[in-house]
């Protein structure tokens, strides 16, 4: 059975206002259920600060108020994730790691063994950097790095980022109208890489840029990337189907 590894960003998990998106975050948890019949499924997500944010009645703009704010958010996150998987009598399993950790052998092996135990047991993990002790991705990145060391360290078929945008583009899709979408990256080379830019959003961290430097980490390990959309219905079904629109990053053996 395959491994996919699934990164669903703040961006499509906040709305406009600021708040934890409830029905796409049913959406997502609704395909995952489906795909779990035929795949073996990890995630990794964001949204904890929005969650604590929202329930702090606060704008966490500084480290420490970013840091509380998770504190508080990855609980309630947590929550509504295991809300939206009970129908499909699915437990989950929380798991918040530091980038040290996947750097140390001994704590990455750890957390190996855990992700293998609970994929064992039919739950689904779910992963997310400890945003309380930890202030790399908060302040860069929105879990994108964190993914792609994921997706290796569980050897993943597929490493599947969900963005507010369909894929990656020639330039900015924001900002230039004309910018055409890149279906199919067969090398990231530093044209793509220069043509990306930072943030498209107050509430995503990393922007395409990140998105792409953690594709080719990815590809480095023989997996193959998707950057999708996350608000498009049934996104991660019709990639499984290869049956979407967005951009598929082959990895080093099929270029």
């Known amino acids: 059975m395959e491994t996919i590894v699934i990164k669903i960003g703040t961006n499509i998990l906040t709305t406009p206002k600021g708040k934890l998106d409830l029905n796409n975050l049913r959406n997502l948890c609704n395909q995952i259920a489906t795909l779990k019949k035929d795949y073996k499924i990890i ?10 944010s929202e329930y702090m009645n606060i704008k966490a703009n500084s480290i420490p108020e970013k840091q509380a704010a998770a504190a508080i958010g990855q609980i309630l996150l947590m929550k509504e994730y295991s809300l939206f998987f009970n129908p499909f009598s699915y437990q989950i399993g929380q798991i918040l790691v530091t980038k040290d950790g996947l750097h140390d052998p001994k704590r990455k092996n750890n957390i190996l063994n855990t992700i293998k135990k609970l994929v064992a047991q039919n ?10 002790v930890s202030t790399e991705e908060i302040q860069f990145g929105d879990n994108d790095e964190l993914s792609s060391e994921v997706a290796i ?4 078929s597929k490493f599947i980022i969900l963005s507010d945008i369909n894929g990656v583009y020639d330039k900015n899709p924001h900002k230039h109208k004309n910018a055409k979408l890149l279906t199919t990256i067969k090398d990231i080379n530093n044209k793509i890489l220069n043509n990306s830019e930072g943030p498209s959003s107050k509430t995503s961290k990393g922007g395409m840029k990140s998105k792409i430097i953690a594709a080719k980490k990815a590809s480095d390990h023989k997996i193959t990337t ?5 608000r498009k219905e049934n996104i991660l079904i019709d990639i499984t189907n290869n049956n979407f629109i967005g951009t598929t990053i082959l990895h080093n053996s099929t270029t």
Do not use: F, H, R
């Not at 949204?47 to 604590?52: D, H, L």
């Not at 360290?153 to 993943?156: G, R």
């Not at 998707?226 to 996350?230: D, E, K, P, R």
């Open 43 to 52: 995630v990794v997500s964001s949204g904890a600060i929005t969650c604590g």
């Open 123 to 132: 739950i689904i993990p779910i992963i997310n950097e400890n945003d309380s």
């Open 153 to 156: 360290l569980v050897k993943a």
């Open 226 to 230: 998707i950057i999708a959309n996350g």
